[in-house]
């Protein structure tokens, strides 16, 4: 009898601590130190490095509303360069939103300075003290990390470049 009564106590206590192990491995995959959920993509670590560079690019008037335009180039090419930015950063009142549109231009053979708009691409954010959440993008990952990387610099370069015009 009494061997009867340890060996349903060892039954009851073996699926007592299975429960209790699937309880911690469902806590730990879903507690985002156990997952990947604190990753930030590079591509999300360049877009906000673009708004810190764009909100101390000159003087912000209405610091609600900030918004940059500057040409860039994606071919290596100086002398053409094709692609129009606008970076813009509002507020909504609870949030600070930046949308980045880039317009892509073709050349008119005959006419070496008429240039006709072939295709524009937005990227639109939510920007937070410590996060970005991208809510609409025309661009895969990939492509968005190597473009903006080009935004970047070329914003860099333009800050350089009125630095030198200004002394």
């Given at each position: 009898m009494i061997l009867l009564r340890n060996s349903g106590r060892r039954a009851i206590e073996g699926k007592f601590y299975v429960f209790h192990a699937w309880a911690i491995v469902l806590f730990l995959l879903s507690h985002p130190i156990a997952t990947n959920a604190h990753?930030?993509?590079?591509h999300h670590k360049l877009l906000?490095?673009?708004h810190d560079e764009v909100v101390h690019f000159g003087i912000n008037k209405d610091p609600d509303l900030i918004k940059r335009e500057f040409w860039m180039d994606l071919d290596g090419q100086e002398d053409n360069k094709e692609e129009h930015v606008v970076v813009m950063r509002y507020s909504d009142g609870m949030n600070l939103?930046?949308?980045v549109q880039v317009t892509y231009f073709s050349e008119d053979k005959g006419?070496?300075?008429v240039r006709f708009a072939k295709d524009t691409k937005l990227v639109q954010c939510c920007i937070n003290e410590h996060d970005l959440e991208i809510n609409r993008s025309d661009y895969s990952d990939k492509e968005m990390e190597k473009l903006f990387n080009n935004i970047l610099i070329a914003?860099?370069?333009k800050k350089e470049l009125l630095k030198l015009i200004k002394h």
């Open positions: 990753i930030v993509p590079e906000k490095d673009i939103r930046m949308t006419k070496r300075f914003i860099r370069n």
